[in-house]
């Protein structure tokens, strides 16, 4: 296979190598076009065709489809990388949860990177220096601190990040990827694939949630998505909102579309092809490639190896770069292998720095935000710890583009990562001196070892609607002329066949039929096999 002809299967297996990963499935690679729109990059097509920006491409490794239930899963470096993933999710607000709730899980996070409290390591106040929330208050993190020193003593790095994901899996808002929309009112809502159906957020509450076997069909037109579901046999429902521009909408119709064929599904082999219409010569079409969540599961229960062995680095507070930064665990890898990727494949799985690339937080003078009050989620006294988990509201919507994105006309080079992480303009400048000799061997190599396709500059939109134009007419064209040789079947069945059915023969008795049949018929019948008899006569003369 060329390198211009690779396909998505081809890099995302590359990935996986290197990574010394088996249970692959609940993964993908997530990638950002010129127009700032997420897209997940499809294995069967190729990369060159999917990708329009220029060179050099930033790509994410994510969890695509979160575990139901991560302690099911069967290797300890599969749980590292979900567990990596819903530690970011909770930096970003994606993961939302109440106070109490809050401080368990950065207690485990940091009892998982750093290990026991040493008085002599972790002085008063140690739990401030690392961001777990976009926001949160001292309050908050006396409680970490608390819970931290008395509560997980002893916890190796497996157990706690164990723990973490038990925990996280049964908040509401766990395996939630925000799709930003609005309803039919023009209330802004969150819209979310999950392990357990499709929900609907709004506020600071989940005000629908469908589960996947009770969603019958997912269609979008334009800027409009909608949802179909049978939640009893007397009840039908169908729910309609709009999202930001119609390549928002497709790509939450197709995310709809992979993660009900994923969780709903027995068999891969059960997989349809899907329209995004009712119409054959109109809309979108698509069909998931990969395996569903029940033959995952029985792959991963057949995986007989020894597992790979985890190098796990301690967590180094920062005040310039306020987020939880940690080395990569690497498997146990021959050092050849262990080259640095084009690519930045572990960026999504890893805490973002609170850089240029990673995703903004905004505050509560924004407007619209995602949890826009105290205690709405809870009454008594819970309502004086509240849902919020910092003094100021925020909003996942600015984590809908997470990724680093490059702006149209100019090559953004490959963000440097330390520890996995995205480095500010500032750090990248402070380390030039003391890691350019050494990073450049890798970075030549990775360069080598991954750059799979050329950029391509990203083609005119008035000829994409040209090319949609014309394939609709083409597919108009093919319906009608299936529908009109369907009509000659039945035209010849009534007047020259034999078949003595009811409706034909109910047909052929009526005053019109037999009109049509000795006026018009008949005569054409008779000028045909003229035709065909002297252009018999003139070939044998010939």
Known sequence: MGQRDAKGQYLFDLICHHLNLLEKDYFGIRYVDPDKQRHWLEFTKSIAKQIKSQPPF???LRVKFYPPDPAALKEEITRYLVFLQVKRDLYHGRLLCKTSDAALLAAYILQAEIGDHDPGKHPEGYSSKFQFFPKHSEKLERRI???????????????????????????????VDPHPCKDVSGNP????????GFTVLQGNRRIHLLKWEEVTKLKFEAKTFHIYANQREDRKIILTYFAPTPEACKHLWKCGVENQAFYKLEKSSQVRTVSSSNLFFKGSRFRYSGKVAKEVMEQSAKIKRDPPEIHRAGMVPSRSCPSITHGPRLTSVPRTRRRAVHISIMEGLESLRDSAHSTPVRSVSHGDSFMSSRGHMMDGSEASTSAVISDEAYSPSDSVLPTPVA???????????????????????????????????????????LRIVRGRSSPPSDVEELNKFILSVLRLFLVTIGLLFALLLLLIMLTESDLDIAFLRDIRKTPEFQQFHFEYFCPLRRWFACKLRWMGGFLISN
């Open 145 to 175: 601190a608390d819970i931290h020193k008395t509560e997980l003593i002893g916890q190796s790095p497996e157990t706690s990040e164990l723990n973490f994901l038990h925990k996280a899996q049964m908040l509401e808002t766990y395996g």
């Open 189 to 196: 809502a969150f819209l979310a694939f999950t392990p357990f």
């Open 407 to 449: 702006e149209h006309g100019m090559e953004m080079p490959l963000p440097r990562h330390l520890n996995g992480a995205a480095c500010s303009n500032d750090e990248k400048e402070s380390e030039a001196g003391t890691s350019k000799d050494g990073h450049a061997a890798e970075f030549s190599s990775g360069r080598r070892a």
């Open 58 to 60: 930033t790509m994410c």
